[in-house]
């Protein structure tokens, strides 16, 4: 039966989402049950893509995007994938009519990732565009289900909180991209002098979107609204703690919050957020 098949990528989705990422598992699952399955969905496929230009360092990545991205197609197009990450994400696409565009801008940022880039203000804003602002609107398709003025005003403000966390994920990141991958996406900064001076300019950016995309989150559908502020209130919490981290420090040591911290901030959260939204 096609249902097994059905719910059997979805099992891969859920479980491909709590095996990479504890602090996204704990927001997903303060979600109305309504809209758990569409995220994970979401979720599994941004983190395939993910995975292969990140972590499939024996292999041709280039090839292996090409190849995700031809059966991404594909299965937009039939209906049906035996992939089972891709056979979740275009049932949660068709469902919730969420633009194939903003799929492609995903992955052509991920494609973005295998080049040697020396980022200036346009290819940074590209980069970010594609490789989490559209990842927001999937999300918001997904909140605002049918609702296309709510998903219209809400708009600006999930391209903001899909901004500030990845560029938090660059500075927590820093280390890894540098040495490892090779990688450097905030514009005009040379490594071997990033220092306290650049590091305060880019937290102030981050820090204004932060402040913007709160009042977005207070707009969201209650199904939603506790989910993403939990996950905002991680990755503000993830932030602080750079920002008391030195810029050397950060250069030298991947910046991380404990899961037993993560646990304590999720209950703290659900006070705040019953005292300060509701």
Do not use: W
């Not at 605002?144 to 560029?167: D, I, N, R, V």
Request: hydrophobic content about 40%.
């Amino acid at each position: 039966m096609k249902k097994l098949f059905d719910e059997l990528s979805l099992q891969v989705s859920k479980a491909t989402t709590q095996k990479y990422s504890t602090s996204f598992s704990l927001g997903i699952l303060a979600l109305d049950t309504s809209v758990r399955s569409a995220i994970y969905s979401i979720y599994g496929f941004v983190r395939l893509a993910d995975e292969v230009v990140d972590s499939f360092h024996d292999y041709n990545k280039a090839d292996l995007l090409a190849q995700l991205t031809t059966q991404t197609q594909q299965a937009l197009n039939d209906g049906i994938s035996l992939n089972p990450i891709l056979q979740s994400f275009q049932q949660t696409v068709s469902r919730y009519k969420i633009a194939h565009s903003l799929i492609f801008r995903f992955l052509h940022s991920m494609e973005m990732d295998l080049q040697k880039i020396a980022y200036n203000s346009d290819l940074y804003k590209e980069y970010i565009l594609g490789s989490a602002e559209v990842v927001g609107l999937m999300c918001l398709k997904v909140f605002t289900h049918e609702k296309t003025q709510l998903y219209e005003e809400l708009k600006p403000y999930a391209m903001l909180l899909g901004s500030a966390f990845q560029k938090v994920n660059f500075l927590r990141d820093l280390k890894d991209d540098y040495h490892i991958l090779g990688r450097t996406y905030f514009p005009n900064i040379e490594m071997n002098i990033f220092d306290k001076y650049t590091k305060a300019q880019i937290e102030q950016e981050i820090a204004g979107e932060f402040e913007k995309a709160l009042i977005g989150i207070k707009k969201l559908p209650a199904s939603s609204r506790f989910g993403v502020y939990l996950a905002y209130k991680y990755y503000l919490s993830l932030f602080r703690k750079i920002k008391r981290t030195s810029a050397e420090k950060i250069l030298n040591k991947r910046i991380r919050i404990p899961n037993g911290k993560k646990l304590s901030l999720a209950m703290s959260s659900y006070v705040q957020y019953k005292i300060a939204l509701i």
